[in-house]
């Protein structure tokens, strides 16, 4: 089997705003003092199972230098640079492009760099599952996770028709962080998985496909296979800036028709809110979780804490709040609170 990985790095994420930020964000980040960022855990998981040569890391040029720190072993011929900011779709496209070049029947494993996975052991099967078949059917594929509680911070995969493989159907729709009475019904239906953002395909399926479906890359398909000719996957901006700002699942899986849904039995967690990572870490008994943070608290319930090295937390009497320090701002809020959290965010970054 020919296949390859590449780990999405160039997202800016800022949900877990102040300590995740636009200069470092959350896959950068080691927010529980394990000694390695989400993007170092990531890379880990990914050789044990998959030869280093054949591993790529997309990220924005912005974050270049955190790559090279975070993964000093990692040549610039296996970092794929994005420019500008285009969405999934665009850095998938060129990374499809550039393994082409060196194998046309290659299949394309494609995973987010900031996510928590439980068992690793069955992570590996699964994406080796997953590998096989995509391989031998020549199918573009999804990976979704059942649900566990009704959470509107994540996106749906809707489940199709069956296929001879037990875990594996078509896929039926994508539905993108719906409205909490949509997560309750989606929650009860068997058929409804949360998308984990794992993508699987062979590349030349998803050259093709894209060619055929999107027009902007009809233009572009060629250019890419042309420019995948270079030594190192680095562009110049001008290439970019002239796709369009498309995601790889709603704006292009969901029509792109024969695509396929792998259910996976790892485990998984985006811990994009601070609400989800008072949800997914274990804390005390009280529900309180102070995430690589020393400190004493009264009377406290569901709070989460996180503080900077050599800084402890002495706190009474919160319940249900988020307490987070890095650099210059100190955010407390409620947890469930995202809108004013959003807000604090948008006036600290302009005042």
């Known amino acids: 089997m020919n296949s390859y990985c590449l780990i999405m790095a160039g997202g800016n994420g800022e949900r877990l705003w102040p300590v995740s930020r636009s200069s470092k964000p959350k896959q950068f980040l080691d927010l529980f003092g394990r000694g390695r960022t989400f993007l170092q ?21 912005q974050y270049l230098h955190l790559v090279h720190e975070q993964l000093p072993f990692v040549d610039d011929f296996h970092i794929l640079e994005e420019p500008v900011r285009r969405g999934t779709l665009a850095a998938v496209a060129w990374a499809s492009a550039f393994i082409s070049r060196m194998s046309e029947d290659a299949c394309l494993l494609v995973t987010p760099s900031d996510h928590l996975i439980f068992d690793e052991s069955a992570y590996e099967e699964d994406i080796l599952e997953g590998l096989e078949f995509a391989s031998k059917e020549r199918a573009m594929m999804v990976m979704g996770i059942r649900p566990t509680c009704p959470d509107t911070a994540y996106g749906y995969i809707q489940k199709g028709d069956s296929t001879e493989m037990p875990r594996i159907t078509r896929l039926k729709t994508f539905t993108e962080k719906p409205q909490k009475e949509f997560a309750e019904i989606f929650m009860k239906e068997e058929d409804f998985l ?27 398909i060629p250019r890419m296979i042309e420019a995948a000719e270079s030594d ?8 970019f800036e002239v796709l369009p700002n498309l995601s ?9 028709g024969r695509v396929f849904v792998l259910e996976g039995r790892f485990g998984w967690a985006d811990l ?48 249900g709040y988020v307490v987070a320090e890095e650099g210059e701002f100190l955010m407390i809020c409620p947890t469930e609170d995202v809108a004013t959290m959003r807000k604090m965010h948008t006036d600290a970054k302009f005042s």
């Open 41 to 61: 855990q990531t890379y880990d998981r990914i050789s044990r199972f998959m030869p280093k040569d054949k591993i790529f890391v997309s990220t924005n040029v």
């Open 232 to 239: 190192t996957g680095q562009l110049v901006p001008e290439f």
């Open 194 to 220: 949360w998308n984990v953002g794992i993508h699987i395909f062979p590349v030349r399926s998803m050259l093709d496909l894209l060619y055929e479906t999107v027009p902007e890359y009809q233009a572009e």
């Open 272 to 319: 994009g809110t601070w609400s989800s990572l008072h949800d997914y870490i274990l804390g005390d008994a009280k529900g309180n979780v102070l995430l690589d943070t020393q400190g004493h608290l009264y009377d406290c319930e569901d709070t989460v804490i996180r503080l900077p090295k050599g800084r402890q937390a002495v706190v009474k009497g919160l319940k």
């Open 248 to 256: 790889l699942d709603a704006d292009f899986l969901e029509h792109a």
